[in-house]
């Protein structure tokens, strides 16, 4: 390696780990979101799944997701090297060291089982938490994962698209909280008999808002930096769209709830952002500016739709996981095969929209079923198995009392003025 190749090898490799750390800062945005939309009672509890999230996910894909994931191909199917980051990772080829492509990746994985934790908020079993976090980051995104962005993945071969993880990473982790929403049931006191939803207000929307922003800061390193490479020219065109289609579900969700509400509704707002942000994630380096404001805002309104479907059908998702990251993975998904421009992302591809036909679009399609239907089947079987183990679900009075002090023994916020005299405690 020559001084040039060298020095680029450096730049790219400060670029990747910098995105990186951009990535992994949004676990502090999911859990500030996720603990302002959830009940005080319950915030500690979304803290302690954020650890899991990044504890064990980290582990659990170090030891065995990415090498499912990246290891040498069979099949099309799986990863067969790679395990504990050993072994034959020559099919590798990147301007950077397996190391460094491990750690991005790797705050991949955590992002995923991030958007499950908010679905099944307020009423899972910590213990069953922790096993179903190690089924989703070493065996349910690995496996995913690979059929789409592995070098011999049976879904990339088809041609599909997902720059940053509209389908492997939202619409997945999307269909499976639907999976586990659905498994474990409504929060006590949710619906009333004749199936009418009631209103559980969240704790603290400034802390939600700024978990929020957290987010949106972090999708830069999210989208541009899936780039693996600080010298791409397409960096700042990824980061524009992903602006505006962030700014355009946020917007879109402002006007249309105050036309459908009369009032603008902050969660729906915060989440237009969010919506807006998954959307694009899948096509943010193939798709125009205009089109970038199109999906934003289409994912804002379906956000909407899709969360008084939920509610219509009596799915409890405390925080919009599927609103927010099933929805609009999906039609970010399927943008890419209507709105990408010609020759972006190799000669003679192009979308619908574009001259291109219906071909770049059912690959899409077919890839995003797939991968849906993997997510949700897998997480509904797992939740079974896990249950014959521990219960998925806390007990009723823990629920009552809230997962803070029931599960964790300690609550968010503290009443005492000073300090506890625990001889006291003790001899009362």
Known sequence: MDAFEQLSSGVDTIWVVLTAAMILLMEGGFALLEAGFVRQKN??????????????????????????????DAAGLIGTSGFFMSGDLSHISLSISHETYWLFQCAFVIAVISIVSGAVAERINFRAYILYTIAMTGFIYPIAGHWVWSAHGWLGKLGMIDFAGSAVIHALGGFS??????????????????????IVPPSNLPLASVGAFILWFGWFGFNSGSTLSATNMSIGH?????????????????????????????????NGALAGLVGITAGCAFVS???AIIIGATCGIAMVYATEMLEARRIDDPVGA????????????????LFAQPDSIKKGTSGLFYGGGFELLGVQALGLVTVCVWGFIITWGCMKLINYLVPIRVSRDEELVGLDVGIHGVPAYS???GFIDLEQLKRR
């Open 177 to 198: 909280a639907l999976a586990a929403a659905m498994m474990i049931g409504p929060r006590i006191g949710k619906f009333s008999p004749d199936g009418t939803a009631n």
């Open 238 to 270: 990824i980061a524009v769209t992903t602006m505006l289609a962030a700014a355009a579900g946020s917007a879109t969700c402002i006007l249309f709830t105050m036309m459908r509400y009369r009032k603008a509704d902050p969660p729906m707002v915060i």
């Open 322 to 337: 599927f609103p927010v990251h099933g929805i609009s993975g999906s039609i970010g998904t399927l943008a890419v095969g």
């Open 415 to 417: 009443q005492e003025d």
């Open 289 to 291: 500016d205009v089109a």
């Open 43 to 72: 915030a500690v509890s979304i803290i302690m799944k954020v650890f899991v999230d990044i504890a064990f996910g980290a582990l659990i894909f170090y030891f065995l997701g990415f090498g499912l994931m990246y290891g040498k």
